[in-house]
C-alpha cells in the first residue's frame, strides 16, 4: 500500500477546516503526512503545525513539520523525546482546530513513553516480556496501551477541546481502533481483568 496515496483518496472529499494539525506516527508516518499535506495544498492551505513521529532513518524528502525518530520494536530515550514534542504540539492546539491523526504500524514504540509512576527500563522490560510470550499484536497492544502515555485514548482526551478525525493503515487483525497503535484516541475497552 502507497500510504501517501491511502491518504489523499481518503482526504479526497473532506471539507478543509481553516485550521489543520498533523500529528503522524510510526512506519509510514511520512508517507501518510504528504497525503495529507498534498490535501491541504490542494486547498490552498498549510498545516497549522504538528509533528511527524517515526523509524531513526525517515524516507524521502524534507518535509515543513518536524521530525522526531523512536525507537522500534523496543521504546528508548528517544521515543520518550518524541512522545513529549508530542505533547507540546498538543498543548499548542487551540479550541475547535482540527487535527489529522495519522496512525501506522510502529506507534506503540516510537512514541512510547510510559505513564507517569512507570520507569523507561520498565516500559522496555515489559515491552521484551511481552514479545518473549509470543502475544498476537492485539493482545500485546490490550497490554501496552495501559502503560503508554499516549496509549488508551490519552491522545483523544488531550485533544478533547478539538475535531479530531483519525485515519490508520491498520497491521491488526480485525482492524480495531482500540489495538492499532494502542489506540491512542480510542479508550480502552478492557478492564484489568480481561488481560490477566
Not at 172 to 194: F, N
Request: charged fraction near 15%; glycine fraction near 12%; proline fraction near 9%.
Amino acid at each position: 500500500m502507497d500510504p501517501e496515496a491511502a491518504v489523499a483518496r481518503a482526504l479526497a472529499e473532506a471539507q478543509v477546516p481553516s485550521r489543520v494539525w498533523i500529528i503522524a506516527f510510526g512506519k509510514a508516518a511520512r508517507g501518510m503526512a504528504r497525503g495529507a499535506l498534498e490535501t491541504l495544498a490542494g486547498a490552498g492551505q498549510a498545516a497549522s503545525g504538528g509533528i511527524l513521529i517515526g523509524p531513526h532513518e525517515p524516507d524521502g524528502a524534507e518535509l515543513p513539520l518536524p521530525y522526531f525518530p523512536g525507537n522500534h520494536p523496543l521504546p528508548d530515550a528517544d521515543s520518550v523525546m518524541a512522545a513529549d514534542a508530542l505533547g507540546e504540539v498538543v498543548s499548542r492546539v487551540h479550541p475547535g482546530d482540527t487535527v489529522w491523526i495519522l496512525l501506522s504500524g510502529g506507534t506503540s514504540s516510537l512514541a512510547g513513553a510510559p505513564v507517569g509512576g512507570i520507569s523507561l527500563p520498565a516500559l522496555r522490560e515489559l515491552f521484551r516480556a511481552i514479545s518473549r510470550a509470543g502475544l498476537n499484536i492485539v493482545d500485546a497492544n490490550a497490554v501496552r496501551r495501559r502503560f503508554l502515555r499516549w496509549g488508551g485514548g490519552r491522545l483523544g482526551s488531550a485533544l478533547a477541546h478539538a475535531e479530531i478525525q483519525v485515519l490508520a493503515i491498520s497491521d491488526v487483525p480485525g482492524d480495531d481502533p482500540a489495538a492499532i497503535g494502542s489506540g491512542p484516541c480510542m479508550p480502552d475497552p478492557l478492564t484489568a481483568a480481561h488481560i490477566m
